[in-house]
């Protein structure tokens, strides 16, 4: 059964250090996603992402974040300057339809000391 | 804004027996889907059920069932013969319908920690 994928499984960074996460969505997917979850808290939506473009953000997500899908299978999220607050886990998922089902990776944690 | 609440921070249910977790949610909205997903200590988001809100049949799936109350704006899962595997903490989630346009970012609960004693 196809699945989302995520890599690293942990990433630890210093203050201050960009990061760039990983994920490889379902391969028929149009539809992108990042949830983050700080532990032991709710999980919170961070973006959404068709046609190549952002199509919602949530307040978390200011200008230290951006999206992008550099060729036809990679989704990353980019930190550009991390925060002690930016340590979560974070999560891809897709979706086929619009009206589908969001589909979840197995999670990056981030670690940012 | 929606919001999904769970009141439930944890829950313990004996094996083989059944259990049931709360979720209300609030919103202005008529067209929305409802979810429950799992996540067991891998931290894995697993979907469970889904509902939408235009159907008045609840939703089921094999031991799993909701019971779907729109005019309550509650949304409760039901699990019969609870499993080893099925302790977990468990996540109700709300997004918008096709009338939200592009606004269809899960919004999440905080989770009821589901413990299974043997």
């Known amino acids: 059964e196809p699945e989302v994928t995520q890599t690293p499984s942990h990433q630890v960074t210093q203050m201050g250090q960009e990061v760039i996460l990983r994920c490889v969505p379902i391969s028929n997917h149009l539809y992108f996603y990042w949830y983050r979850q700080i532990l032991g808290q709710k999980v919170e939506f961070l973006v959404s992402f068709y046609n190549n473009e952002i199509s919602e953000k949530s307040e978390i997500f200011d200008d230290q974040f951006s999206v992008e899908r550099p060729d036809g299978s990679n989704f990353t999220l980019k930190i550009r300057s991390t925060k002690l607050e930016d340590s979560a886990m974070y999560f891809c998922?897709?979706?086929?339809?619009?009206?589908?089902?969001?589909?979840f990776g197995p999670g990056t944690r981030l670690t940012v000391l | 804004a929606q919001t999904v609440t769970q009141s439930q921070p944890e829950m313990s249910v004996q094996e083989a027996e059944t259990v049931t977790l709360s979720c209300t949610y609030d919103?202005?909205?008529?067209?929305?889907?409802l979810f429950w997903y799992k996540q067991p200590p891998s931290r894995q988001m697993i979907l469970v059920i889904r509902q939408e809100a235009y159907k008045q049949q609840n939703a089921t799936e094999n031991r799993f069932s909701v019971n779907f109350q729109k005019a309550a704006k509650s949304f409760s899962l039901k699990i019969s013969d609870s499993q080893l595997g099925d302790a977990a903490m468990y996540f109700c989630a709300y997004r918008l319908g096709v009338s939200g346009g592009g606004a269809d970012g899960l919004t999440f609960g905080k989770g009821t920690h589901l413990i299974i004693q043997p």
């Open positions: 998922a897709s979706k086929l339809l619009a009206l589908g089902t969001q589909y």
């Open positions: 919103t202005s909205e008529s067209d929305y889907y």
